[in-house]
């Protein structure tokens, strides 16, 4: 009969009966015996796996692209010393691949009644909310021969947050905002609808924007600056349907319009205006409002990490119905969505006037650079159908484009890399117009 190497040990230690074994097993523990007894020894002498006590401590949260840290401490209450192996498990998207037999196996030696800490570096390849498993724990004896194994759950959550690339357009935009603020040297006459200051007239000046009130009281003409209207109310509207889940790179197209929202979000939060965000396909995934200029920012970021494309059609009227809810007043309105002939002929067309009617309404969509490439492709039959095949997916895209113009929608669509800076650009055009 085939007998397990513990049995073997017992009964090389007279736990078993060597009679009762197949004869070829008395001669092989007859010589091996010592052999057995050390594997016995150093089995018994290998410190208890499951008395073991943990704990987590460390990172919560990450940008996408960053490392996180996560510490483990492990306090042995054993009269034994504890030489072990330990891997900490965490999903596959925890890692960048290859890196992961590195990063979660650990190697340690507890000293009876001591404890030790090990660290798991996490690189995240991708957004959301990633989860601990259990930490598994294979416990060797002095001589390494034989070990003890278990497992311990052991909860944690690290929130991996959007990476937020378009940051370094930020500062530039603030600038231009100044200057639209009437904050630096360079002073923008006649543009915005809040009433800033008065100054002197100058040639070129327009002459509606004389006070002649002021004028009277002094010995130079007069004329009013303007300052773009503060405290507007602006709603982020996320189209997280199956349109969003189409890949542009290395991204899906959803990636690209959350980094074009924060640095909108966080351009109009300096700017003074109040800022909330709605994602939405057929019910709301998420919903940002109320925040004070200081948390919005954090707060879009944190909700929009565990958003995913859902692979199912958008239903324009139901965002209609909660973009209205969300934004009761006046506001402007940006939605993030496609361009595609048929989702917004088929949907958001029939249900614009609802918006238009209260609210400035800006779509924004992100474009594929690859179409551009093929558009230009040249030199064999099968390059010039692709160039065609371009060619018409970009009429078609300017078509639709035109029919929301006509409706008196402001559209941007751009590249991911330039989607950002041209929304920002788009929304500063309307702030200085005076349509905010």
């Given at each position: 009969m085939a007998l397990t190497g513990r049995a073997a040990l017992l009964a090389a230690l007279g736990s078993i009966p060597v009679g009762i074994l197949e004869p070829g097993w008395a001669g092989i523990l007859a010589v091996n015996g010592p052999l057995a007894l050390a594997c016995a020894c150093d089995y018994a002498l290998a410190a208890p796996v499951r008395r073991l006590v943990l704990s987590r401590s460390g990172d919560t949260s990450t940008r996408l692209g960053d490392t996180a840290d996560v510490t483990l401490t492990i306090t042995n209450p054993s009269r034994r010393t504890l030489r072990a192996q330990l891997r900490d498990g965490w999903p596959p998207s925890s890692w960048q691949p290859g890196t992961e037999i590195e990063a979660s196996r650990h190697r340690l030696t507890v000293p009876p009644g001591e404890r030790r800490r090990v660290t798991t570096r996490l690189r995240p390849t991708r957004r959301g909310d990633r989860q601990a498993d259990r930490v598994t724990i294979r416990s060797y004896g002095p001589l390494r021969l034989f070990s003890r194994q278990g497992a311990h759950k052991l909860p944690w959550s690290v929130r991996v947050l959007p990476p937020?690339?378009?940051?370094?357009?930020?500062?530039?935009k603030l600038a231009r905002l100044r200057e639209l603020d009437g904050r630096t040297s360079v002073l923008t006459r006649g543009e915005g609808t809040e009433f800033d200051s008065l100054r002197e007239y100058v040639p070129g000046d327009d002459t509606r924007s004389i006070d002649w009130r002021a004028t009277a009281r002094q010995s130079a003409v007069a004329v009013r600056t303007w300052r773009p209207e503060r405290d507007r109310h602006i709603l982020l509207v996320l189209d997280t349907g199956r349109t969003s889940a189409g890949r542009v790179g290395d991204a899906p197209r959803l990636d690209a319009s959350m980094d074009a929202a924060l640095l909108l979000a966080a351009l109009a939060s300096r700017a003074g205006d109040r800022v909330a965000l709605l994602a939405y396909d057929r019910r709301v995934r998420a919903?940002?409002?109320?925040?004070?200029?200081?948390?919005?920012l954090p707060g879009l970021v944190s909700a929009m990490a565990p958003l995913e494309p859902e692979l199912v059609e958008t239903d324009a009227r139901g965002l209609?119905?909660?973009?209205?809810?969300?934004?009761?007043?006046?506001?402007?309105?940006?939605?993030?969505?496609?361009?595609d002939a048929a989702p917004v002929e088929q949907g958001l067309l029939p249900v614009l006037p609802q918006l238009t009617q209260r609210h400035?309404?800006?779509?924004?969509?992100?474009?594929?650079?690859?179409?551009?490439?093929?558009?230009?492709?040249?030199g064999s039959a099968e390059r010039v159908y692709e160039a065609a095949a371009a060619a018409q997916a970009q009429s078609e895209r300017q078509r639709t484009a035109e029919q929301l113009r006509r409706h008196g929608v402001t559209v941007v669509d751009a590249t991911p890399e330039?989607?950002?800076p041209a929304l920002a650009d788009a929304y500063l055009a309307l702030k200085a117009a005076g349509r905010l």
């Amino acid at each position: 009969m085939a007998l397990t190497g513990r049995a073997a040990l017992l009964a090389a230690l007279g736990s078993i009966p060597v009679g009762i074994l197949e004869p070829g097993w008395a001669g092989i523990l007859a010589v091996n015996g010592p052999l057995a007894l050390a594997c016995a020894c150093d089995y018994a002498l290998a410190a208890p796996v499951r008395r073991l006590v943990l704990s987590r401590s460390g990172d919560t949260s990450t940008r996408l692209g960053d490392t996180a840290d996560v510490t483990l401490t492990i306090t042995n209450p054993s009269r034994r010393t504890l030489r072990a192996q330990l891997r900490d498990g965490w999903p596959p998207s925890s890692w960048q691949p290859g890196t992961e037999i590195e990063a979660s196996r650990h190697r340690l030696t507890v000293p009876p009644g001591e404890r030790r800490r090990v660290t798991t570096r996490l690189r995240p390849t991708r957004r959301g909310d990633r989860q601990a498993d259990r930490v598994t724990i294979r416990s060797y004896g002095p001589l390494r021969l034989f070990s003890r194994q278990g497992a311990h759950k052991l909860p944690w959550s690290v929130r991996v947050l959007p990476p937020f690339t378009s940051r370094k357009h930020l500062p530039s935009k603030l600038a231009r905002l100044r200057e639209l603020d009437g904050r630096t040297s360079v002073l923008t006459r006649g543009e915005g609808t809040e009433f800033d200051s008065l100054r002197e007239y100058v040639p070129g000046d327009d002459t509606r924007s004389i006070d002649w009130r002021a004028t009277a009281r002094q010995s130079a003409v007069a004329v009013r600056t303007w300052r773009p209207e503060r405290d507007r109310h602006i709603l982020l509207v996320l189209d997280t349907g199956r349109t969003s889940a189409g890949r542009v790179g290395d991204a899906p197209r959803l990636d690209a319009s959350m980094d074009a929202a924060l640095l909108l979000a966080a351009l109009a939060s300096r700017a003074g205006d109040r800022v909330a965000l709605l994602a939405y396909d057929r019910r709301v995934r998420a919903l940002v409002q109320g925040r004070s200029a200081g948390d919005v920012l954090p707060g879009l970021v944190s909700a929009m990490a565990p958003l995913e494309p859902e692979l199912v059609e958008t239903d324009a009227r139901g965002l209609t119905s909660a973009a209205l809810r969300t934004a009761p007043r006046r506001s402007l309105i940006v939605l993030l969505t496609t361009l595609d002939a048929a989702p917004v002929e088929q949907g958001l067309l029939p249900v614009l006037p609802q918006l238009t009617q209260r609210h400035t309404l800006l779509v924004a969509s992100v474009a594929d650079p690859h179409i551009a490439q093929m558009a230009e492709s040249r030199g064999s039959a099968e390059r010039v159908y692709e160039a065609a095949a371009a060619a018409q997916a970009q009429s078609e895209r300017q078509r639709t484009a035109e029919q929301l113009r006509r409706h008196g929608v402001t559209v941007v669509d751009a590249t991911p890399e330039d989607l950002a800076p041209a929304l920002a650009d788009a929304y500063l055009a309307l702030k200085a117009a005076g349509r905010l």
